[in-house]
């Protein structure tokens, strides 16, 4: 179940209880900034900490002062509620 396509309304519906995630080309998106690369690369690390518990995977650009972070779930080839649980938890962060 957790694993099952959201529609186009469902996707909107859940955006609408996250803060700046974007839908993109299929994936949710979010450009987080930091004041250095030491702390962009430390909250990269905590993201990857999180994915390997959820056994769910984001993909990342990173460098001096940023982080964006793509979500989708793959197996399912379109956005699911793991992708919104993902991207609550990264939040938190
Ligand atoms: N991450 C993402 N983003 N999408 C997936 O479909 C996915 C994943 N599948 N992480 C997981 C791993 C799956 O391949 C393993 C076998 O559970």
């Given at each position: 179940m957790e694993r099952v396509k959201l529609s186009a309304e469902e996707i909107l519906a859940n955006l609408a209880?996250?803060?700046?995630w974007k839908f993109i080309d299929g994936k949710l998106l979010k450009r987080f900034a930091f004041p250095n690369f030491a702390e962009s690369l430390s909250f990269i690390n905590k993201i990857g900490e999180i994915a390997e518990a959820q056994d769910h995977h984001p993909d990342i650009n990173f460098g001096w002062g940023y982080a964006e972070i793509f979500i989708t779930t793959h197996d399912a080839g379109g956005i699911t509620t793991k992708d919104f649980e993902l991207a609550k938890k990264i939040d938190a962060v």
């Open positions: 209880e996250l803060n700046y």
